[in-house]
């Protein structure tokens, strides 16, 4: 009897693999922004509705509290600007101090952080620069500059007039000088190289 033909079975297509979501960072803990002198009135009236037992409706209370915040005399509401002023200030100051404690590491996984956010639409959410992170050397031009700045010789100038004069008396240096400003450079861009390794070798 004549063999008959096993049938060929179709290999099952493969499922198409899910794309895996970015793993989560978890944000380095900073000082929080302080209200606005608006958001601390707001905030108390809000305190004080709930402290009476009145249902709280956040839109009603919103519409009551704005308008009397608009109707506030100006003496009361100076009172709630000062506050904010002086916590502001105090932010800025823990914001420096918390950057100033942050490892290399973390201001590497901050900056990751961010630019992923950055990158899904987020505004608002500049890289963080490390204050000490190496800082490269200035260029031959700069050095110059930085020169003819300290010596005082320009400083009856504005700074566009400076950057001018500086630009023209640079054109105007001999080689063998300019040779004097290229050393430097490459002096302190060795020196940074070796900083910079380092550095990235704690991150």
Request: no cysteine; net charge positive; hydrophobic share 40%.
């Given at each position: 009897m004549p063999k008959v033909a096993k049938e060929v079975k179709e290999p099952k297509a493969k499922a198409p693999k899910k794309e895996q979501k970015p793993k989560k960072i978890t944000a380095v803990d900073m000082p929080k922004r302080p209200g606005t002198?608006?958001?601390?009135?707001?905030?108390?009236?809000?305190?004080?509705?709930?402290?009476?037992?009145k249902p709280v409706v956040p839109?009603?209370?919103?519409?009551?509290?704005?308008?009397?915040?608009?109707?506030?005399?100006?003496?009361?509401?100076?009172?709630?600007?000062?506050?904010?002023?002086?916590?502001f200030a105090a932010f800025k100051q823990n914001t420096k101090d918390r950057l100033d404690e942050l490892t290399p590491a973390e201001y590497k996984l901050e900056n990751q952080r961010r630019a992923a956010?950055?990158?899904?639409?987020?505004?608002?959410?500049?890289?963080?620069?490390?204050?000490?992170?190496?800082?490269?050397?200035?260029?031959?031009?700069?050095?110059?500059?930085k020169d003819l700045r300290e010596s005082g010789q320009f400083a009856h100038l504005s700074l566009k007039e400076q950057s001018k004069?500086?630009?023209?008396?640079?054109?105007?240096?001999?080689?063998?000088?300019?040779?004097?400003?290229?050393?430097?450079?490459?002096?302190?861009?060795?020196?940074?190289?070796?900083?910079k390794a380092q550095y990235d070798a704690l991150t």
């Open positions: 002198s608006w958001n601390m009135f707001f905030r108390e009236h809000m305190e004080k509705v709930k402290a009476s037992g839109t009603v209370e919103g519409a009551i509290a704005a308008e009397l915040w608009k109707n506030l005399p100006d003496s009361e509401k100076q009172v709630y600007q000062d506050q904010y002023k002086a916590n956010l950055r990158e899904s639409g987020r505004k608002g959410l500049p890289p963080l620069k490390d204050p000490n992170a190496p800082k490269r050397p200035l260029s031959n031009f700069f050095l110059y500059a004069a500086f630009a023209d008396a640079w054109s105007k240096v001999s080689d063998a000088d300019k040779a004097v400003y290229t050393e430097r450079n490459r002096v302190a861009m060795e020196a940074y190289k070796i900083e």
